[in-house]
């Protein structure tokens, strides 16, 4: 074992780059890690599905200093998803990945769209086999509709150039099924880790008894209880938080990208704490698009989801009767 990795990790990058001729930074400091042991573990990576409450509960659990919550908040680095629409297989930078943590206490990864990346879980078995998952999840097709919303009021649909006009021909795309079909995705993560490691939790339970979902997170984690401060709008990532631009907007973000970052940073990340967002002022933003979630949706795609949570609720004895229920019911 290495009594200074810090210096063992120069030392043997150096080594590489002289006598074997690598010229790859990044897969000398994975040769690094494998050889000393220098490499900071990831304990915590917080996912499940988009749309449904992972921001919340990650800027509530950054309130306990035993848990350091990366920054950014979602990385983004580990899986090949890096949003909704963004698919890269290229090995991820490990040096960068470790730079995006500070702090002593159990770090936290809250990149949500890991969960549907289908190589996520080889990787994270690879390097944190350690690791534990908090994974949040909610209704699927309900999921699947506030997520089409969303897009729809952030235009990243036509900047991938995809067609997101109707909820019908959003779900003919994959980028949107894949987060909403959890026993698909489950299958693979528990082909690397064993169920132990993963706290499922309803999303609803986040609003109606959050002190108590934070107990079961503390005791999963080993870290007891912590008085944390509940407040359920604050850091939400809800519709009136996504308003589109209006051209004000447009043009205050332009000139507010001129200021230099080690300027403006300390102001963001005022701001952010507070979860103050100053485009959310109406001259700056518009009120953006929303469809009610309807019988239709559900028919749309209740049939085939309430399969695949079948399946979930077999693979990890998660009671999925309410959503089972709720599906049916309104897919008639």
Known sequence: MCIYPQMARIFVIGICFTWTGFHDENEMSWLCWTCCGAWEEVDIFLVGAPKAGTTWLAHVMD???????SNPKEPNLVASHKGTFVRDDVEPNW??????????GLRMDASVHTFGCPIAPSRISE?????KFILCLREPVSRAVSHWNMVRNTGEAEK?????????KAWDDESLRVDSFYGSSMEKWLDKFDRSRFLIVDSSRMR??????????GEFLG???WEYEFDMDRHANSAKARRPLSRAGVAAKSLFSLIPSFLKRPIVRYLQKRDWNIYRFPILSRKGFFQALNDDHYRSCGEELREDLVYFGSQTGFDVSAWVNEIQRRSQ
């Open 127 to 131: 390097r944190f086999p350690k690791a």
């Open 223 to 225: 870290l007891g209880s």
């Open 95 to 104: 040096s960068e990945y470790d730079s995006f943590f500070s702090g002593s």
């Open 63 to 69: 309130q306990n200093p035993n848990i350091t919550l």
């Open 208 to 217: 109606g008894e959050p002190k108590q979902v934070l107990n079961e997170i």
């Open 160 to 168: 991938a150039g995809r067609d997101w006009s109707s909820f019908e």
